[in-house]
C-alpha cells in the first residue's frame, strides 16, 4: 500500500508526538483533535515538543471533530490515539473517510484491536502497543520525557498492511513487528494494570510511587494477576525483552516492571491515569485493570487486587477520594 494521506485522530500527548515524529520525517500527517484550544493554538502558534534532546516545533494542518464532515479526501492510514474507551466512536467517524484498502491503527492501551475490526473490518484495522512518556497540560506543547530512540510500538506483521503501520511507526521509535498481537498487547495490559493506575491512585510520579514502602509488592501482585488470566494469549517479550530473558526470567511480571523503570520511565513522568484525573476526566481503568476483573471472571479466576484497583479508582472519579498515599491500604484487598 502506498501511504501517501495519514491521519492522527486524537493528538493529545502521545499522539501529537507521535505526529511531530512524522513530520520530521518529511510525511505530511492530519492532526485530528477534539479540544478545542488545543486545536486553536496549534493552527496559531504550531505544536511544539519538548524533549530531553531539544523543542521541536511543528506546524500541521489541524481539523476538529466537528470539521471532519467537510474532508473530502480519503486516508490511506489512519493512526488512531484516542483514549482505549473512544476507540468505537472515533473508528466510525473516521472510516468514510478511509481508503477502500486503508487501515486504522489502533495506537492504544487496552485490548481494542477487536472493537476497531468490529468498525472497518479486520482486513481494515491493525493492532499496536504503545510505549511513550508524554505528558501535555497546556494546548499546543507536549512535555514528551523520551526521545524516539527510547520509545517502542509492537505491530501486527501478520494485518494486510501492518508492514505500512510499522515502517510509519518506526519514525516514532523502534518498532517490533509480532505474529500475535492479541498477546502481545495482553502483555502490555499486565504492565499497565501494574502502573498506571495504582501509582496514579498515589497521586505521584511513577518513580516517587514504586518508592513507598509495599507499593512494588502491590503493583506485582496486580500484574500477577493479570498474567494468571491472559486465557489463550501467550507470554511474548515486549519492551525490547527477548525470547530467551523471558524464558530465563523467575517472574515475568518483576522482568518487565524493572525493564519500564528502567528504560521507558524518568524522574517526574506521570501516568496517563494521573493526568487525566488532573483535568477531571475518567480515565481507563475500566479498559486496563477492569478488563482484568472481566476475564478473570469469565475463567472463575479470582483477581482481588485489581478489584480493589478499580474500585478505588472508581471512587477517585466519583470525587470521594483524592489521589494520596492513603489509597495504597485501600487497594490492598480486604
Not at 476497531?116 to 506543547?141: H, L, N, Q
Amino acid at each position: 500500500m502506498s501511504i501517501s494521506s495519514i491521519a492522527v485522530l486524537g493528538t493529545g500527548a502521545n499522539g501529537a508526538s507521535i505526529g511531530a515524529d512524522l513530520i520530521d520525517a518529511g510525511l505530511d500527517p492530519v492532526f485530528i483533535e477534539q479540544w478545542p484550544a488545543h486545536v486553536e493554538a496549534m493552527r496559531a502558534e504550531g505544536l511544539r515538543v519538548h524533549t530531553p534532546s531539544g523543542t521541536r516545533h511543528v506546524h500541521p494542518r489541524v481539523l476538529h471533530l466537528c470539521e471532519v464532515a467537510t474532508l473530502r479526501e480519503r486516508f490511506d492510514l489512519v493512526l488512531l490515539v484516542t483514549k482505549a474507551y473512544d476507540a468505537r466512536w472515533a473508528s466510525a467517524l473516521i472510516e468514510p473517510y478511509l481508503a477502500d484498502d486503508g487501515a486504522i491503527a489502533a495506537v492504544q492501551n487496552g485490548m481494542t484491536t477487536q472493537t476497531v475490526a468490529d468498525v472497518v473490518g479486520p482486513d481494515r484495522c491493525v493492532g499496536t502497543v504503545i510505549e511513550i512518556s508524554s505528558t501535555m497540560t497546556e494546548p499546543g506543547i507536549v512535555h514528551r520525557h523520551v526521545d524516539p530512540e527510547r520509545s517502542w510500538f509492537a505491530v501486527d506483521a501478520t494485518a494486510p498492511r501492518g508492514p505500512d503501520v510499522a515502517d510509519v511507526l518506526s519514525h516514532a521509535g523502534e518498532v517490533a513487528r509480532v505474529d500475535d498481537i492479541g498477546s502481545a498487547k495482553w502483555m502490555k495490559l499486565v504492565s499497565n494494570a501494574s502502573v498506571l493506575v495504582p501509582t496514579a491512585a498515589l497521586g505521584l510520579p511513577m518513580v516517587d510511587a514504586i518508592r513507598v514502602p509495599g507499593m512494588r509488592e502491590l503493583m506485582l501482585d496486580a500484574g500477577r494477576e493479570a498474567l494468571r488470566v491472559a486465557g489463550e494469549h501467550r507470554v511474548l517479550p515486549i519492551f525490547g525483552l527477548t525470547e530467551a530473558s523471558i524464558a530465563e526470567s523467575d517472574d515475568v511480571v518483576d522482568t518487565m516492571l524493572d525493564v519500564l523503570y528502567s528504560r521507558f520511565t524518568v524522574p517526574g513522568a506521570t501516568t496517563t491515569v494521573l493526568q487525566d484525573w488532573g483535568k477531571g476526566r475518567r480515565s481507563e481503568v475500566d479498559d486496563i485493570n477492569g478488563a482484568v476483573v472481566a476475564a478473570g471472571r469469565r475463567l472463575g479466576i479470582p483477581t482481588p487486587v485489581n478489584d480493589a484497583i478499580v474500585a478505588v479508582g472508581h471512587a477517585i472519579e466519583r470525587g470521594e477520594y483524592e489521589p494520596s498515599l492513603a489509597a495504597l491500604d485501600r487497594m490492598r484487598p480486604a
